[in-house]
């Protein structure tokens, strides 16, 4: 896919869903319309997929639009950093997805923590904000920031979830292959930078 091409459908996108969320003129609403169906059918034919499955992703939110927040939780235990293998790409990732409505950024690494490897942590410092897009992610129907959230194990047993399949600590010259759609190389190693270095200060795009 074509990443230029992606986000400047995805930037029409945004600007139709808020001009059908703010105009009240009946015939603008009409063409804003034809520009998101115009955005679909530009990632549809980008992806080389059915128009139908785009628009039940792409183009099913109202409101205006602004960027998801990925929150993944940084666990180690004995210089090794704690990962899970997804189910869906049987790849390795840091535990973690969507932040949820109604919980802070610190409550849901929490939570998907428990939920993904059975571990109970409690959080303990903001490492980094990243920008998807600033990094060699796959390209992404969404903007993206990603928060890597230094947690502490306080207890739990490993244990997959329902969207994992295995519970590991790797050291950093050990790891197994990544899910580079949740995070790169060049993130875990960052990763471990904060280990080596506590005093680290918080990086932001």
Known sequence: MSNKWLEWAKQIQS????????SRDVYDKERF?????????MVSE??????ENIRERFTNETGYQTPKVDVRAVIFHEQKLLLVKEKHDHLWALPGGWADIGLTASETAVKETREETGFV???????????????????SLFH???????CELEGGAAAPGLETSEVRFFA????????IARNTEGQIQLMFEYLRNPLKETLCD
């Open 121 to 139: 942590v409690s959080p303990s410092r903001l490492l980094a904000v990243l920008d998807k897009k600033c990094h060699p992610h796959p390209p």
């Open 144 to 150: 993206v920031y990603k928060f890597f959230i230094l």
């Open 172 to 179: 950093e010259d050990n790891l197994p292959p990544l899910s």
């Open 33 to 41: 319309q034809a520009l998101r169906e115009i955005s679909a059918e």
């Open 46 to 51: 980008l992806a080389g997929t059915p128009i």
């Open 15 to 22: 600007l139709s869903q808020a001009g059908l969320t703010y």
